[in-house]
DNA sequence: CATGAATGAGAGTTCATTCAT
DNA sequence: TATGAATGAACTCTCATTCAT
């Protein structure tokens, strides 16, 4: 699917050089988050970090290519993060509850992370797909799992998938991204995600 | 709620400066479209409106000023569009698919449009709120009606507002922005997107 | 034959503006005369032209678009003083002993141009070919008039004329570039020159 | 003449250093030859040579000291090249004729050679002069044998010197590295070049 | 002798904004 | 209202050189 992703990044061959990036790319998450990629600037990075201005590009060939390497490195993090948060959960519902929880409460502890993924949609488009491209994907292979095993409708995809991503990521947008305190609590959001997951909006019929 | 919003333009008294205004609207448009707000320059957006670079300044305060204006006017746009397609139809059901097929439609149509509201977010973080905010609280309106009808459950509020409100999102985003044929039909998604909104996901129970 | 040559550079619309690139491009011949292309900076070129350093980027594309426009003023220059010195002069013999008399008189007088123009072969190598082979292509065409007069040889072409060229560079580069004096006279350069043309360095056969 | 003339080098000691200090000369001069002096970066010179970048400092003080040594190298093989080409030679029209083609064929097939010595001018001109200083006086010595032996005019001197190695230095710039096939023919060139040297461009007086 | 990470001065370039005409 | 020349702060990126290992 995306497979010809690149991430231009010099390897340290020495260990001093691996805590040197290391430092740069968490300046790099500080950086772009409070400031957003435009006014992010390379030498404030470096402050930030301790290092020298050029000793940036001993690692990274731009502040582009450290970008996409940031997203890819934090993509990563937010995946980790959700497979913890279902790992051992075997009911399908309560696997989606779950996950979204986690990631209100991933979104409200990291939302420096937050703007800076979706921020990507309009630095490097790129891994922006690469990083909603592959989120959907386990999702829809979490629903498909759930229809064989009979708990889910049989007939859901990609199209469910995308619905339920959205959902997610528009209520971690305004409860856990605009809102300071947790008001509804996630759970409460969770729950009601859920039932609409599960029955929908309709109301139910008679009997 | 956000009422406070203020635009600052300065309102042309002749007929020739309105035009020019519009020209200068249009060009950003296309510009912000093509670019971004970043990448985009004044005096780009002067030479498309085939202006001279300080005859922006007798329209707009600044850069920002003037995109602000334009999420404005093309929020209004995004609205009157799902308004009408929406108009003169009862069925709750039905409005949520005609106002998701609407949505496919001008996010395929307008693509730029699409990208430059999402670009607020980054830019001018007020008024990219201000626009979803209002979005949700349409939506919201529609379900509560629904529900005192008895269409839909009665205790729906704004978190399903705004959960119905990032699948059509993302659903646009997949398929209408990123995908240049409309495959699957727009028909097809807004179907299965019903269907969720409907009855959610879980298998039918049997009798 | 050179006809692709392209000079990027924005005509002034006003006379202010004419006169503020007539003080960059004379000021642009100090600074790459005394440092050279490498070493001289846009910032001491705008500093030395009493203008601010944004202002150059209204003129120019670059430092080495206005190189290039240099180049091509300079040009003109140089052959616009060949040209006058051989005014008027009928005597083929004559007319070469002017030309080189001149162009030490011009590189003597004028070193920063010569130092310049050579520098273009390793900055714009496309300019510094146009520069010579215009030149050279202008003594070809005054031999072969000569010869079609009876006063050289009939078969003399471009490579004769290269030769010439050649020889009147070197003896530019020692004898009025290197050299502090004129030491010894140009005259007499010019005259051991002109020998050499008219006769070459046989020794005279008998009777 | 030019005996101040200092070359810094740390002459290595052992045959492993000798091997290393060649394979950083060869890449320089590859490295000089294809993108010139400024634009030739000292990690891309131990990147082509396979060394690391701070072994260069153990061979030369700086890129303007190994730039120095190698024109000093290089000025030796182009002299070489022209002592081999006319030794055995007694004729002078003849030793100009064969020092031309060989510079002729030598500069065609190391254009980056050619290339770098010039540079000299405006890397490091006390070299520059050196090299041409050299050649210009082997030349002087050659003709005035020839005038000592009756062949040539006996009062030929430095300027007669200049002038045919910048004549041969411009026919090798036009037919030689510009041109990529040999056409005219370096014969044929060699052959003009000669009949100029022995008599000029006058038309032969009649009888 | 060899390595490669670290340094930081310095360069070219962009562009929103101002303002005299 | 329109023009376009002028401004200068701010930015990214390069690279010769140093030095601890």
Same mark, same amino acid.
């Given at each position: %699917?995306? $497979?010809?992703?690149?991430?231009?990044?010099?390897?340290? +061959? @020495?260990?001093?050089? /691996?805590?040197? %990036?290391?430092?740069?790319?968490?300046?790099?998450?500080?950086?772009?988050? $409070?400031? =957003?990629?435009?006014?992010? #600037?390379?030498?404030?990075? @470096?402050?930030?970090? =301790?290092?020298?201005?050029?000793?940036?590009?001993?690692?990274?060939?731009?502040?582009?290519?450290?970008?996409?390497?940031?997203?890819?490195?934090?993509?990563?993090?937010?995946?980790?993060?959700? #497979?913890?948060?279902?790992?051992?959960?075997?009911? &399908?519902?309560?696997? !989606? /509850? /779950?996950?979204? %929880?986690?990631?209100?409460?991933?979104?409200?502890?990291?939302?420096?992370?937050?703007?800076?993924?979706?921020?990507?949609?309009?630095?490097?488009? !790129?891994?922006? +797909?690469?990083?909603?491209? @592959?989120?959907?994907?386990?999702? *829809?292979?979490?629903?498909? #799992?759930?229809?064989?095993?009979?708990?889910?409708?049989?007939?859901? =995809?990609?199209?469910?998938?995308?619905?339920? *991503? =959205?959902?997610?990521?528009?209520?971690?947008? +305004?409860?856990?991204?605009?809102?300071?305190?947790?008001? &509804?609590?996630?759970?409460?959001?969770?729950?009601?995600?859920? +039932?609409?997951?599960?029955?929908?909006?309709?109301?139910?019929?008679?009997?």
């Amino acid at each position: %699917m995306q $497979e010809k992703l690149r991430i231009d990044v010099r390897e340290p +061959r @020495t260990s001093r050089g /691996r805590k040197t %990036m290391r430092k740069l790319l968490d300046a790099a998450t500080r950086e772009f988050g $409070e400031r =957003g990629f435009h006014d992010a #600037s390379v030498s404030s990075i @470096t402050a930030r970090a =301790g290092v020298a201005l050029g000793t940036f590009y001993t690692y990274f060939d731009s502040k582009d290519a450290l970008f996409r390497a940031l997203i890819f490195d934090l993509s990563q993090q937010v995946r980790s993060d959700a #497979s913890a948060a279902i790992a051992g959960e075997d009911d &399908p519902l309560a696997i !989606e /509850r /779950r996950a979204l %929880m986690a990631f209100l409460r991933f979104a409200s502890a990291h939302k420096e992370i937050y703007r800076i993924i979706d921020e990507a949609e309009f630095v490097d488009p !790129e891994i922006y +797909r690469y990083h909603y491209t @592959t989120v959907a994907s386990r999702i *829809m292979t979490r629903l498909q #799992s759930a229809g064989q095993a009979g708990a889910f409708r049989g007939d859901v =995809g990609e199209i469910e998938a995308w619905a339920l *991503m =959205g959902m997610n990521v528009f209520l971690g947008l +305004r409860f856990a991204i605009w809102q300071e305190d947790a008001d &509804p609590p996630f759970q409460d959001i969770a729950e009601i995600a859920n +039932r609409l997951i599960e029955r929908g909006l309709a109301a139910p019929t008679g009997s």
